[in-house]
């Protein structure tokens, strides 16, 4: 948070805030309701971990694992983030690029619309968003 902090001092951002907590718990009682909400969650499955782990020494195994599929925060936060959301409110979570189709089966479970993957400069499906009705 320090580093956003700093970049957001840098680029003179001053509708920005940052708060630190799990997922949503984090906001204050007295929030209000966002335009847009962007996550770069833990998306890694066990699996994975155990595949990348000699790569990535110095990262917290919980800052880039997400249980069984790498799913388990990216489905916690599309089935809570509507009511943080403003009408026609927008979702973007990155996640793996196996894990498209997935994350958007995701959203439309949670009743998204204009769900849409978008795809990294290796043309490897990496952000899925969706707007809240």
């Known amino acids: 948070l320090d580093i956003a902090s700093n970049n957001?001092?840098?680029l003179a951002l001053t509708n920005v805030s940052f708060h630190?907590?799990?997922w949503f718990t984090a906001l204050p009682g007295d929030y209000e309701l966002f335009d847009i909400i962007v996550s770069n969650p833990p998306y890694l499955g066990?699996?994975?971990w155990l595949d990348y782990a000699a790569g990535l020494l110095y990262e917290p195994r919980n800052a880039l694992v997400s249980g069984i599929d790498g799913l388990d925060a990216i489905t916690a936060i599309v089935s809570?983030?509507?009511p943080y959301l403003k009408p026609a409110g927008c979702l973007f979570i990155e996640h793996g690029f196996r894990q498209g189709e997935r994350v958007r089966q995701l959203f439309l479970a949670?009743?998204?619309v204009?769900?849409?993957?978008r795809c990294d400069l290796a043309n490897l499906e990496r952000i899925t968003l969706g707007w809240k009705k």
């Open 8 to 10: 957001a001092q840098a």
């Open 20 to 22: 630190q907590g799990h």
């Open 46 to 48: 066990d699996r994975e």
């Open 80 to 82: 809570a983030a509507k």
């Open 110 to 112: 949670a009743d998204y």
């Open 114 to 117: 204009n769900v849409a993957t």
